[in-house]
């Protein structure tokens, strides 16, 4: 029940921020509305965790994975999608992300020496083939330039969220807990942002109006303090590879809210992609039955 609860959340709050990324893109510099979203974010969760008497400091030995964390997950990833959003609707780098289950399966092969199981593949061939059916107008259709920038953005933003990943797995195998090991590198994150700030010379814009600001304090405490933490605990709790899956959701989401607040229309195209992404997520989920091994005749039973 647990993890069926920090998967729904983190697929719902995930599903839910790339819209509100959209609504940043304008006057404020992309540099400057990441590091936005993550100094404020820091600020909460290291204020409650102090509050609560939870925070603890990492040993200097854990501290360059939690850099690595930070890097990953709180700087590098996000400046290569809000950067996409400036190319390509918001939907579609959502599909893009979706490729994280692929992203984590090969990089736990690399980097842990997992297994890849045939179940990850029919899964994600089927995902991948739902969210083609979903958005395939808008890839193959509507390409131009400037479409491609945004998918090979949205591929590298990809690539370091499943680099972060694997540093979050190593930090929760070193018995940090995913709220510690995201205080501080959401903090280490902001820092490097800002210096990046510092070192471009882009300028710090304030928050244009009322629906940035908004926008900013639900992706900072939601889709960062709770969402992260939800989907850090999911993978420390059943791996990354079934943990990205909630990736492939995260389509279905933007596009249910786009029917409702952008006259999205479901066509029976749609409908067929909706139905084999929910089921790759079935089949990755799905429990296998025990083989029950029979003992040869004349063979002592085992199990007595």
């Known amino acids: 029940m647990t993890n069926l609860l920090l998967f729904s959340s983190t697929v719902l709050i995930w599903g839910t921020t790339w819209i509100a990324i959209a609504l940043q893109i304008g006057p404020v510099p992309v ?14 969760l290291v204020g409650v965790l102090a509050l609560t008497g939870r ?8 501290q360059p994975f939690i850099l690595v964390q930070a890097l990953s997950l709180f700087c590098c990833n996000f400046l290569c999608f809000y950067h996409a959003a400036s190319y390509v609707p918001s939907g579609l780098i959502s599909v893009v992300f979706s490729l994280a289950t692929v992203y984590n399966a090969v990089n736990a092969r690399i980097f842990f020496g997992d297994p890849i199981k045939p179940r990850t593949l029919v899964a994600a061939g089927l995902g991948a083939t739902g969210l083609a059916l979903l958005f395939g107008p808008d890839i193959f259709i509507a390409v131009n330039p400037d479409s491609w920038k945004g998918i090979g953005l949205s591929a590298l933003g ?12 190593r930090n929760s195998a070193e018995g940090i807990a995913p709220v510690t090991a995201n205080a501080w590198g959401m903090s280490y ?19 244009p109006n009322q629906t940035y600001l908004a926008a900013l304090v639900y992706l900072s405490v939601i889709g960062s303090v709770v969402g992260f933490t939800t989907y850090l605990m999911l993978v420390s709790r059943i791996g990354s590879q079934k943990a990205a899956y909630a990736t ?16 999205y229309h479901f066509t029976p195209l749609a409908m067929l992609g909706l139905a084999l992404t929910l089921a790759g997520n079935a ?19 085992l199990r007595a």
């Not at 925070?55 to 854990?62: A, D, F, G, N, S």
């Open 31 to 44: 540099l400057v509305s990441v590091f936005y979203r993550f100094a404020l974010a820091a600020l909460v």
């Open 55 to 62: 925070l603890k400091v990492p040993t200097l030995k854990q």
């Open 158 to 169: 990809t690539l370091f969220f499943s680099f972060g990943n694997m540093a979050s797995r």
């Open 189 to 207: 994150g902001s820092i490097a942002l800002l210096a990046l700030i510092g070192v471009t010379g882009t300028p710090i814009v304030l928050p």
């Open 248 to 263: 492939v959701l995260f389509p279905v989401v933007a596009l249910t809210l786009s029917s409702l607040y952008e006259d």
């Open 283 to 301: 089949v990755m989920f799905a429990r296998l039955p025990r083989r029950r091994v029979v003992p040869a005749v004349g063979a002592p039973d």
